[in-house]
């Protein structure tokens, strides 16, 4: 089984701080995502990646940036964590054309 | 206009209802459909794949009407274990990235 691993399942920053959440695939697969969800809104797209050092923007990347510095790994900043950027962040992974499997999600709460 | 929508429900139904939820999809050049199953404060993970010619997988039944740009899934015996949140997902391309629907709550009751 293909496994997505998202380094916390909780977190708690200070607004200001800089949050790295990290996400580990261990399928070699292509394309990784990150997601926020959130009620009422739903799934939606920060960013993506097709190969390493590639990313695109997804919906919502203001106040967001990624890393993939390799296949296995994606990371999301948070350059200036704001309240508003509470939420549950989806990492997710697919070889192309296919469905993702996710992570676990990080909630993330900036106080 | 979303490019995924659902009925977000909540759909509550007795063990035993056979239950259909319905989506519809705004772009017609999607190429891949999939329903995911999302329990409370669990990531969504995946739960079958839609073909055009219709597919099953024992007690779930998943149709596509591309010239409607409509998916269905029906769940027939329904049982407790099912309740959950049910996501109408469509692909634009081969490139793998997935357009969620808001989810259709399902609650089956004793």
């Known amino acids: 089984d293909v496994k997505v691993t998202q380094s916390s399942r909780y977190l708690v920053k200070r607004t200001g701080e800089k949050v790295f959440l990290e996400c580990v695939q261990d399928?070699?697969?292509?394309?990784m995502f990150w997601y926020r969800q959130d009620p009422g809104l739903g799934l939606r797209l920060i960013y993506f990646s097709y190969d390493v050092k590639m990313k695109e923007k997804g919906d919502i990347p203001e106040g967001y940036s990624v890393s993939r510095e390799k296949k296995e790994r994606f990371s999301l900043i948070l350059e200036s964590a704001s309240t508003n950027q509470t939420s549950m962040y989806l990492c997710a992974s697919s070889p192309s054309g296919y469905g993702y499997t996710f992570g676990s999600g990080t909630r993330l709460t900036v106080v | 206009r979303k490019e995924v929508e659902q009925d977000p429900g909540p759909f509550n139904v007795p063990e035993g209802a056979t239950v259909a939820f319905n989506c519809t999809y705004s772009?017609?050049?999607?190429?891949?459909f999939f329903w995911y199953r999302q329990d409370c404060r669990k990531e969504p993970k995946l739960l079958m794949s839609v073909y055009s010619s219709g597919n099953e997988d024992g007690r779930f039944t998943a149709q596509l009407n591309r010239a409607s740009q409509y998916i269905s899934l029906l769940i027939r015996d329904s049982k407790l274990s099912d309740s959950a949140t049910y996501l109408c997902v469509v692909t634009l391309s081969n490139t793998g990235k997935l357009i969620f629907g808001q989810g259709t709550t399902l609650q089956v009751k004793p």
């Open positions: 399928m070699d697969h292509e394309n």
């Open positions: 772009n017609s050049a999607s190429q891949s």
